[in-house]
């Protein structure tokens, strides 16, 4: 099993920057690729962005040239530098694993006022 923990989300104003950290523990050996996903209300879970162990990255059209997703495979982190963020970047953001299984964090909720 892998265990996924998010932090750092919360309200920012529009064109403001936020970092979002997720720690990973357990079976970390089977991980290849993490990243992160979001959900607004009434809408289906989206990719934001995920980076493979090796470095190669997916990132969103949406969200491309504003967030960068990056890894730190030592200590078993990913992170989602967001930076000019706008109202329609309001989500919960999950942290995402894919080893044996996919697993998911809890989330945390990120809020862009206008």
């Known amino acids: 099993q892998v265990q996924l923990v998010e932090s750092g989300g919360g309200l920012v104003q529009a064109g403001g920057s936020l970092r979002l950290s997720c720690a990973a523990s357990g079976s970390i050996f089977s991980i290849n690729v993490m990243g992160w996903y979001r959900q607004s209300p009434g809408k289906q879970r989206e990719l934001v962005a995920v980076?493979?162990?090796?470095?190669?990255?997916n990132v969103a059209s949406s969200v491309k040239g504003r967030f960068t997703i990056s890894r730190d495979n030592f200590n078993n982190m990913v992170y989602l530098q967001m930076n000019s963020l706008k109202p329609e970047d309001t989500a919960v953001y999950y942290c995402n694993a894919l080893g044996l299984k996919v697993y998911w964090g809890q989330g945390t909720q990120v809020t862009v006022s206008s």
């Open positions: 980076i493979s162990s090796d470095g190669a990255t």
